[in-house]
RNA sequence: GGAGAAUUGCUCGAGUGGCUUAAGAGGUACGCUUGGAAAGCGUAUGUACCCCAAAAGGGUACCGGGGGUUCGAAUCCCUCAUUCUCCGCCA
């Protein structure tokens, strides 16, 4: 969520920004409301603490009139501040309410695209950054998506998963859970190599942590939500652990903190049936890897394109065909103030299947989580947060499974052997 | 799941209603001392918000979270969380 102090002073960029999300007048007057709000939050707060100050040293007084026998001005002066409690009272419920109302604004606001972001209304609106990379593959005629091959080579049961749980959660057999597993090594391995840190986070997390990285309260209905405790199952890794410097004050030569986790990932998003979402397209349960920084904000966008470089580094190695995609307004996430989505070629289903998503959050997250760093004058400042799938497994799988497949079966990606163990699946 | 004990600042730790402006120790920073270091001595050392044009200064809140009793709560009560010990169950 954005700065009050921040909104004050930044109006214009912040009404261009919006713009960009397709915001109409009539939202842009939540900016002006929650300036009034604030204002009437420190006017209440500066009343509410002359009261408290004066109960304090009535108290005090009584106590020394009670020591000194004077049991009727002691008497007297409790009265007042009887009195004086009515009013605090009266002002501290003015105070919650005051500011419940101001959060509910300002959890109304997105984060500020930056500047590189183009306005649109939807993913036909993102912009081209890097067209295609590698070549498309040349199938021909008799190319089988992906839910076929799995099913013809016993890697991956759909309808069990169906009988198990529900539509979305599928069940990986043989090679096809091996490959699976080969992948989630490669990727550790690789982010492991440029640096970050592996975590194994939890995979529930409370509500604070849900409404740090902002999936509270705006996207309730996309988690499943355990309520006999009021958890929640994560929808990325990125969850927990950005969270692990939630209400912390870093030292400024802490920073960067490099993560990478795998997870499984989560998402209710009761979807459309269809070609779009067959087989591995779209999932309620998948595994990810995902890589997560924390930096100082003279350094974020130096490192979000060093996560780009990580995750094309990745598709290159499995030789997948890749593009990048720079999301316009209409399509960014409402925590991202610019996201990079990363699509590969999918051969059989003959379309772009999105696969990674990095995006630079600013400080929309760390101004959340209060999660600062302390520079060496002892000034306190927030943190930018960003992350990226490196890399989301299922539409890496159906890609990889119908790009490579051929007469003898499906050829195993030369840096992936050491991983699986076998070259084929046939 | 049951019974008991605990949770205090950067860390350890004292604190059973006003003498707490949270003792004391350690750590850290700066200064003094020294040829240099150690020791010693001194000073400082949290977070959030509000008042003030700013600085200086002042105020409020914070002793695991939330609520309550009281003129006054780290201290008493309720509740939740976490940790430890024992019992039960268990991969």
Same mark, same amino acid.
């Given at each position: 969520?954005?700065?009050?102090?921040?909104?004050?002073?930044?109006?214009?960029?912040?009404?261009?920004?919006?713009?960009?999300?397709?915001?109409?007048?009539?939202?842009?007057?939540?900016?002006d409301?929650?300036?009034?709000?604030d204002?009437?939050?420190?006017?209440?707060?500066?009343?509410?603490d002359?009261?408290?100050?004066?109960?304090?040293?009535?108290?005090?007084?009584?106590?020394?009139?009670?020591?000194?026998?004077k049991?009727?001005?002691?008497?007297?002066?409790?009265?007042?501040?009887?009195?004086?409690?009515n009013?605090?009272?009266?002002?501290?419920?003015?105070?919650?309410?005051?500011?419940?109302?101001?959060?509910?604004?300002?959890?109304?606001?997105?984060?500020?695209?930056?500047?590189?972001?183009?306005?649109?209304?939807?993913?036909?609106?993102?912009?081209?950054?890097?067209?295609?990379?590698?070549?498309?593959?040349?199938?021909?005629?008799?190319?089988?998506?992906?839910?076929?091959?799995?099913?013809?080579?016993?890697?991956?049961?759909?309808?069990?998963?169906?009988?198990?749980?529900?539509?979305?959660?599928?069940?990986?057999m043989?090679?096809?859970a091996?490959?699976?597993?080969?992948?989630?090594?490669?990727?550790?391995?690789?982010?492991?190599?440029?640096?970050?840190?592996?975590?194994?986070?939890?995979?529930?997390?409370?509500?604070?942590?849900?409404?740090?990285?902002?999936?509270? +309260?705006?996207?309730?209905?996309?988690?499943?939500?355990?309520?006999?405790?009021?958890?929640?199952?994560?929808?990325?890794?990125?969850? +927990?652990?950005?969270?692990?410097?939630?209400?912390?004050?870093?030292?400024?030569?802490?920073?960067?903190?490099?993560?990478?986790?795998?997870? +499984?990932?989560?998402?209710?998003?009761?979807?459309?049936?269809?070609?779009?979402?067959?087989?591995?397209?779209?999932?309620?349960?998948?595994?990810?890897?995902?890589?997560?920084?924390?930096?100082?904000?003279?350094?974020?966008?130096?490192?979000?394109?060093?996560?780009l470089?990580?995750v094309?580094?990745?598709?290159?190695?499995?030789?997948?065909?890749?593009?990048?995609?720079?999301?316009?307004?209409?399509?960014?996430?409402?925590?991202?103030?610019?996201?990079?989505?990363?699509?590969?070629?999918?051969?059989?289903?003959?379309?772009?299947?999105?696969?990674?998503?990095?995006?630079?959050?600013?400080?929309?997250?760390?101004?959340?989580?209060?999660?600062?760093?302390?520079?060496?004058?002892?000034?306190?400042?927030?943190?930018?947060?960003?992350?990226?799938?490196?890399?989301?497994?299922?539409?890496?799988?159906?890609?990889?499974?119908?790009?490579?497949q051929?007469?003898?079966?499906?050829?195993?990606?030369?840096?992936?052997?050491?991983?699986?163990?076998?070259?084929?699946?046939?």
């Open positions: 969520m954005l700065q009050v102090s921040f909104i004050r002073e930044n109006r214009q960029q912040i009404v261009e920004g919006l713009k960009k999300r397709v915001w109409s007048e009539d939202q842009m007057n939540i900016l409301q929650i300036i009034v709000l204002d009437k939050r420190k006017e209440i707060q500066t009343e509410h002359d009261i408290l100050s004066k109960i304090n040293t009535h108290s005090k007084t009584i106590g020394e009139l009670f020591k000194s026998g049991q009727g001005e002691a008497n007297a002066l409790k009265t007042t501040v009887t009195e004086l409690k009013m605090s009272a009266g002002l501290e419920e003015n105070m919650k309410s005051t500011k419940s109302g101001l959060d509910e604004l300002l959890f109304q606001v997105p984060n500020i695209p930056n500047q590189l972001v183009p306005s649109g209304n939807s993913d036909e609106d993102n912009e081209v950054f890097k067209d295609l990379v590698g070549d498309l593959p040349d199938l021909g005629a008799e190319a089988k998506p992906h839910w076929d091959l799995v099913n013809e080579y016993n890697m991956i049961d759909f309808a069990l998963g169906v009988k198990i749980t529900g539509a979305g959660f599928p069940l990986y043989g090679k096809g091996r490959l699976q597993r080969a992948l989630v090594q490669f990727f550790l391995d690789e982010a492991g190599d440029a640096g970050y840190l592996e975590l194994n986070p939890p995979f529930i997390v409370n509500e604070a942590s849900a409404i740090g990285t902002g999936n509270l +309260p705006d996207k309730e209905g996309q988690m499943y939500h355990v309520t006999n405790d009021n958890f929640y199952l994560i929808p990325t890794a990125e969850v +927990p652990v950005t969270n692990i410097h939630r209400e912390e004050i870093l030292a400024e030569g802490d920073l960067p903190k490099k993560y990478t986790a795998f997870s +499984p990932c989560f998402r209710r998003e009761a979807g459309s049936y269809g070609a779009h979402v067959k087989g591995l397209n779209r999932l309620h349960q998948f595994e990810k890897v995902e890589i997560v920084q924390m930096v100082h904000p003279s350094k974020s966008y130096e490192v979000l394109d060093e996560m470089n990580h094309e580094g990745i598709l290159k190695k499995l030789e997948l065909p890749y593009r990048i995609l720079r999301l316009c307004g209409g399509d960014l996430s409402f925590a991202s103030a610019l996201t990079y989505d990363f699509e590969v070629y999918s051969g059989a289903q003959k379309r772009w299947l999105e696969v990674s998503s990095v995006s630079n959050f600013e400080t929309f997250q760390s101004n959340r989580m209060k999660m600062r760093f302390k520079d060496g004058d002892g000034k306190k400042h927030l943190v930018h947060t960003l992350n990226g799938s490196a890399l989301a497994l299922p539409r890496i799988m159906a890609s990889l499974i119908e790009n490579n051929s007469s003898d079966g499906i050829i195993i990606p030369e840096v992936l052997r050491k991983y699986t163990g076998f070259d084929i699946i046939n």
